[in-house]
């Protein structure tokens, strides 16, 4: 649910095999929504959608590795779950 909601706003992903969490990419996302970084992207959508998510450069030797990454984690109970998927499709919308 949660991988279809990122894919289905414009994230690019690889389906996570068996984790908790998934790093997507904003990339496609950027230029449209004028975020030059993943904490800015981070930001924007904790601002926008009321979505947490960590920078992707928390996750790499070299920071600009992770500045179009973002985590998420969904080790969330169903109706949290849902009411995110909610607010990203609703956030995309408007994007």
Do not use: N
């Amino acid at each position: 649910l949660f991988c279809d909601t990122l894919e289905d706003a414009g994230f690019l992903l690889d389906r996570p095999q068996g984790a908790y969490y998934v790093l997507a990419d904003f990339s496609p996302l950027a230029e449209r929504l004028g975020v030059a970084d993943d904490w800015e992207m981070c930001e924007t959508l904790i601002r926008d959608a009321g979505v947490g998510s960590i920078p992707g450069r928390a996750f790499f030797q070299h920071p600009e590795d992770g500045r179009h990454l973002l985590r998420f984690c969904y080790a969330k109970e169903f109706p949290v779950l849902e009411e995110a998927c909610q607010r990203l499709a609703t956030f995309a919308s408007r994007a």
